[in-house]
């Protein structure tokens, strides 16, 4: 018994610790420039971001995690884009059909598209992703998995100067 019990506890810590350490906040970096080539057909360079406070959600239209974040990611940005908050919406390993049906299902109306650049810096092995990036470019807070309005909040705070 005491053997399952060990074997339990060694799994969860298996499990739990990555989670947790990607979850943390990382020592304050620059955001890495990158190009955002928006569904709209606007493209963006990380240079125009200077002096405005982004949101960047990295995600993946089949990534269950995403779909269910998308209400609390677009109340976010409804709530703060008057405060001059730039959000992003970065779709990895999707292609533009799915992107657009996610979209139109999920009632999301900030810029979302692909970039290139991003993946280096931020990788596609886990979705979702919310990088917090202040004014001066670098990223303050970033996220890994699922997130709620309550930690959007608070992560925006943190790049409001």
């Known amino acids: 018994m005491k053997l399952k019990t060990l074997v339990t506890i060694f799994l969860l810590v298996l499990v739990l610790v990555p989670v947790a350490a990607m979850a ?18 606007t493209t ?3 240079s125009t971001l200077r002096g405005k ?19 609390d990611v677009e109340k976010a940005y409804l709530e703060y884009k008057g405060k001059g908050v730039v959000f992003l919406g970065v ?6 059909s799915s992107i657009k049906k996610f979209v139109k299902k999920h009632g999301v109306t900030f810029p979302v ?4 650049g991003l993946r280096e810096q931020f990788g596609w092995k886990s979705f979702p992703k919310t990088a917090f990036v202040d004014s001066d470019g670098v990223i303050q807070v970033l996220h890994g998995g699922e997130i709620n309005y ?5 992560g925006i705070e943190k790049i409001l100067h």
């Open 24 to 41: 943390a906040d990382p020592t304050p970096e620059p955001l890495k420039d990158f190009t955002f080539e928006g569904l709209d057909g």
């Open 44 to 46: 963006l360079d990380t």
């Open 53 to 71: 406070p982004v949101v960047i959600v990295i995600a993946a239209t089949w990534c269950p995690p995403c779909k269910r974040e998308a209400d």
């Open 91 to 96: 779709f990895a390993l999707s292609s533009e």
């Open 113 to 116: 598209g692909k970039a290139d």
């Open 150 to 154: 309550k930690q959007m909040a608070e």
